[in-house]
C-alpha cells in the first residue's frame, strides 16, 4: 500500500524565498498523522524553547499555524484540500511524495520514518519495520 506525505514549510525571510521544512503529515487511506518541529511525539505540545530563534523569528505564530493544522486534520472533511490551499506567505504545505510497500505500517509509523529524512539534519533513525522506498 502507498501513503502520500506532505511537508510543511516556513519562509523566514520572504525576500530571500528559503524554505524550511517544519513538519511532515501523510495520510494511507482515511488515516492522516502529522508531526512538527518542537514535538517530542506526534500531536504532543510544542517546546517553544526547542525552536530556534533565526528560523522562527515569532514561534506563537509558528504554534498557530501547527494548531491550525492539526485542527484541519482532525475537523475538516477534506483536511489535506484544506491545508493544501492555505498559503500565508511565511508558511505552507506542499505535496512531498509517496512512500511505497508500507504494508501494515501504521501511518504514525510512517510518519516517524519519514520526519527525520525530511524535517531534521537527514540521519535516518533505525527504524524496524516494513517501510522500504520513498518514491
Known sequence: ???????AQTIPNL???EQINVGVIACKGERIAAKFL???SQGEEIDKRNLKKAIFPYKDVYTQWVSYWR?????????LDDILNTD??????ISG????RTGEDPIEDIVDYL????VSNGVLSQKQGGICDIV
Request: aromatic share 14%; no cysteine.
Open 71 to 79: 485542527r484541519m486534520i482532525s475537523t475538516s472533511s477534506s483536511p
Open 115 to 118: 520526519f527525520p529524512l525530511i
Open 38 to 40: 518542537g514535538e517530542r
Open 88 to 93: 500565508a506567505g511565511n508558511y505552507r504545505v
Open 15 to 17: 525576500f530571500r524565498r
Open 97 to 100: 511524495g509517496e512512500v511505497d
Open 1 to 7: 500500500m502507498i501513503a502520500k506525505y506532505y511537508i
